[in-house]
């Protein structure tokens, strides 16, 4: 079994917490708490990759996810 290390993106609302993968398009969860949309989001990326292995693909290789500001006038 190999382990992965993946970045991934999780962003707070009223109704909990979104969370994604950006390496993997589509894969997304969410979940009324931080950990509960972490644990989502391990299911999530685990069944993708499960999905495509079963299919003959490879296991796309881990993105480098950034965060930065810009500066706009309203």
Do not use: W
Not at 6 to 20: N, Q, T
Not at 44 to 71: F, K, M, N, Q, Y
Request: glycine share 6%; hydrophobic share 35%; charged share 25%.
């Amino acid at each position: 079994m190999k382990h992965l290390t993946l970045p991934i993106v999780i962003e707070a609302d009223s109704d909990g917490y979104f969370v994604s993968y950006p390496g993997l398009q589509g894969c997304y969860s969410q979940g009324d708490t931080f950990e509960e949309a972490v644990e989502n989001i391990k299911d999530a990326i685990r069944l993708h990759i499960e999905d495509r292995l079963a299919d003959g693909e490879e296991i796309p290789e881990p993105t480098t996810v950034s965060l930065s500001t810009v500066e706009i006038a309203v």
